[in-house]
């Protein structure tokens, strides 16, 4: 807690950007070190074959056998569950995943831009930016131990849904986040409305930075949820011959999201100019209307719940990293409500 709070505290007030910058260069300079130091201990093993090209092959023969008519009687079928087939519901589920990924890229762009211009003085004291930053990190760290301490509260047979319940809480909570930023937006708006302020984008607004901390800490829990589920998703879910492509195709799922950021900006701002109205993204912050913007995610990533929700009833979840040719009965998605909401470790650990 104490790098954080004196990170969060001290560097805005200083005032050279280059000591500003160059503090986290040294600091990361010596990380950097510290990792090399270990190279020797570090234990190579040699790949055996490569799964990529499994994968591939899959696909080449599904194009090439595409013409084959199928026999009447499924009995004179011959099939063998490939386990790189595997990826494709797994695929399909975490592509539902992937509109959550566009409300947490909101918190380094729209969200600080709007505490930039309120006012951000409690007392005689001026509240840095990276304040609320460090608690969306603080909120990221306690909704992680939660998740961990419910994962480690099912039995071993449960056990397996945890990443689907940790994903729907996630998405539930990127819902919230975005009504309530909305909804301090609405306000932020009438607040500019009233005094003045639309067409002078410096002034400072006479509204308190504080009613922006509620997003940013739902935006910390859905942050947390979304790397920690999707990590034990991967780890519990894929054959492992793919799992040391994971930790890739992770960082690809949240790649994937912050280009649906970009692209949903864009979309919604052309959407918007339809029948020569004014975008909702305009010149300045105070002549632009955000909060439709966060009210058209919170729908969206109501629809994309539902078909989470859908998917999830559908999927066949694995019951062991050892078996990999059995896969568990569909149990449904209402046995995963139910056990979330019997599990007696749901409530959080604050360490």
Known sequence: ILVPVVSGFALPYIKPWSIRFGIPAICT????????????????????????????????????????????????????????EELVPNVALRDKDNLKRSTRGQGNTFFLEQANKMNRKVGKLKVPLPTFLMFYDMTKSQVTKFYKAMENGLSESRRKFAPAIGIALGMILAVLCCITAAKVEERRISVIKKHGLLEKP????????????????????????????????????????????????????????????????????????????????????????????????????????????????LYAYRDSETDEDQTAAQEGFWTVVLLLLENPYLVPILE
């Open 202 to 313: 410096d002034n400072t607004i006479p509204m308190t930075i504080f009613w922006l901390l509620p997003q940013f800490l739902l935006l910390g829990g859905v942050d947390a949820l979304a790397c920690e589920s999707v990590a034990s998703f991967f780890h519990g879910q894929v054959p492992a011959s793919m799992k040391n492509y994971m930790i890739l195709f992770t960082e690809a799922v949240f790649g994937a999201g912050i280009v649906g950021e970009v692209l949903s900006v864009f979309v919604v701002g052309r959407i918007s100019e339809q029948g020569g109205q004014p975008s909702w993204f305009g010149d300045t912050l105070n002549k632009s209307r955000l909060d439709n913007y966060y009210w058209t995610l919170a729908a969206l990533s109501l629809i994309n719940l539902f078909l989470y929700a859908m998917i999830a009833i």
């Open 29 to 84: 300079l010596v990380a950097m070190l510290v990792f090399i130091s270990g190279t020797g201990s570090y234990v190579h093993v040699k790949p055996k074959g490569s799964t990529l090209t499994r994968v591939c092959r899959v696909f080449v023969a599904s194009t090439l056998k595409i013409h084959i008519r199928h026999p009447n009687d499924v009995s004179e079928l011959y099939e063998k569950r490939d386990l790189n």
